[in-house]
């Protein structure tokens, strides 16, 4: 397949909120105990006077400069977002004004599979000549959407953006997606459904609504489900692969993964710790960390895998180049 990554770059709120802090601070009914037991989560980022557009701007332009390129080389501009500063215009849209690009700009809703969906459409553009450099950028603002008096969610999610460069090249050996469609399991209802003058329905609240432990299960059969299928349409077996690189959402889900793989703890870097949930930026957040601090060499072999709201699901192998 036809694409690489040239640059990375990350934004993030200056605000980081500890477990500790969100019961001194913010008066909920948990501890930092029950939070790092239950999912490794030690803190997350939330926004103060950041909009969600600032945080994906920095991240465009830190990862434009990483590629050494300029918003004028661009010819597509691929959001992902659960949710934009604004129903429309895109993501995608606001970031191309910030940075001054004229070039095709459009979103993706994959939640967290956002960044693999954004993936495969690039390289399909990319595989077919309409575009030939992208950039990938994904956003979200989860405290913008959680109920602050829900410890079920509102500890669990945290905010930024992350963006990646794509153009033409040979590190994608493989992507598959995929949905086992069940939308009652994790949602953001949309809090203007309602606002109709011939059917006045019940507007419904616009909190993030998750039932957790159907979310687990699902996840550690999807994840089950993409690794097997990798694998088989690859060839490869779970030792050639020097790093999983799993959307952050539970460390317990990832420790189901290294149970069943039986590869070293190391190939599976995890940065939920820090971040918290933070959807679709998980995976390209991981991706600029690796790389920046060596870890990623060309040659390696990296698994991406991830599932979010819908449910989505999806798998790539990368070959670093
Ligand atoms: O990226 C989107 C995908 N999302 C996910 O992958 C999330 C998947 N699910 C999970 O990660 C876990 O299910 C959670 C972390 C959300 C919850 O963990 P759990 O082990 O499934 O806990 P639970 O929901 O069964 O709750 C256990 C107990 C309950 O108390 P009772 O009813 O047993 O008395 C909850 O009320 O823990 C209580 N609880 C809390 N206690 C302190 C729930 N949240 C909290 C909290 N602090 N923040």
């Not at 557009?53 to 080389?73: E, K, R």
């Not at 829900?150 to 590190?171: E, I, K, M, P, Q």
């Not at 077996?237 to 069943?260: C, V």
Request: net charge negative; with cysteine; glycine share 8%.
């Amino acid at each position: 397949m036809s694409i690489k990554i040239t640059g990375t770059g990350i934004g993030l709120p200056k605000r980081h909120v500890t477990n500790d802090e969100l019961v001194s601070q913010f008066g909920l009914d948990t501890s930092d105990e029950w939070i790092t037991t239950r999912t490794g989560i030690k803190g997350r980022y939330i926004c103060e006077d950041e909009t969600l557009t600032d945080l994906a701007a920095t991240a465009t332009t830190n990862a434009l400069a990483d590629a050494g390129i300029a918003a004028a080389d661009l010819d597509y501009i691929i959001g992902s977002t659960v949710a934009a500063d604004a129903h429309s215009p895109s993501l995608a849209c606001a970031v191309a004004e910030r940075i001054d690009a004229t070039c095709a700009a459009v979103d993706v809703n994959g939640a967290c599979t956002g960044f693999l969906y954004a993936i495969d459409a690039a390289s399909a553009l990319i595989e077919a000549g309409r575009a030939s450099t992208i950039l990938i950028i994904c956003a979200e603002k989860m405290s913008a959407h959680v109920d602050w008096t829900d410890r079920r969610t509102c500890v669990l999610f945290g905010d930024g953006a992350a963006a990646v460069v794509v153009t033409r090249g040979n590190a994608l050996k493989y992507i598959h997606l995929g949905s086992r469609p069940d939308t009652q399991v994790i949602s953001i209802p949309n809090d203007m459904a309602g606002n109709n003058p011939i059917a006045r329905d019940q507007v419904p609240a616009g909190f993030v609504y998750m039932d957790g432990q159907k979310v687990f299960k699902y996840a550690v059969s999807m994840i089950q489900q993409e690794i097997n299928d990798g694998f088989a349409n690859t060839g490869l077996g779970s030792e050639d692969i020097d790093y999983y690189l799993f959307h952050q959402a539970n460390l317990r889900i990832i420790d189901y993964a290294i149970t069943r793989l039986k590869q070293p703890h190391d190939k599976f870097p995890t940065n939920i710790e820090r971040y918290g949930n933070v959807s679709s930026v998980t995976i390209p957040t991981l991706l600029h960390e690796m790389i920046h601090d060596g870890r990623i060499q060309p040659g390696q072999k990296l698994f991406l895998c991830a599932f979010g709201a819908g449910m989505t699901y999806g798998g790539a192998i990368m070959e670093w180049e």
